[in-house]
């Protein structure tokens, strides 16, 4: 009898580990998961050149940035330049016209009228 509980015993054990053993569902659910991981690795390497491409685009756009904002700075100044250049190119005229105009009053004696001098007083004989 020792004999038939022994293979009793590993009856027992065998349909234990039989029962732990994953039945044709698990498998066919493994192959889901696996075909879903697939499917899911594809999208996110494609989700992933696409970032990729964005930052690089990013990237891009704050280096033209970058260079309009220089030029922006490189015109301020050659405008402000010439404003100044004209300001004082004005105010030269304006000095030069004051000069012609204190010169001339600053020559010579002053004379009114029929040309009689201001300053010195002439008698009348009669």
């Not at 075909?35 to 690089?56: A, D, I």
């Not at 756009?61 to 309009?68: A, D, G, N, Q, T």
Request: proline share 3%; net charge positive.
């Amino acid at each position: 009898m020792d004999g038939s509980r022994e293979k009793e015993k590993l009856y027992v054990e065998l349909k234990h580990i039989l029962a732990r053993q994953p039945g044709p569902e698990a498998a066919e659910q493994l192959q889901i998961y696996r075909h879903t991981l697939r499917e899911r690795t594809k999208q996110l390497k494609v989700l992933s050149s696409e970032l990729n491409m964005y930052e690089s685009q990013s990237q891009e756009y704050k280096y033209e940035i970058e260079r309009l904002g220089n030029e922006l700075v490189t015109l301020k100044k050659k405008y402000l330049a010439q404003k100044r250049k004209e300001l004082v190119q004005r105010n030269k005229n304006r000095v030069s016209m004051n000069n012609v105009f204190s010169e001339s009053k600053q020559s010579g004696p002053r004379f009114t009228g029929g040309g009689f001098p201001l300053n010195q007083t002439s008698k009348v004989k009669l």
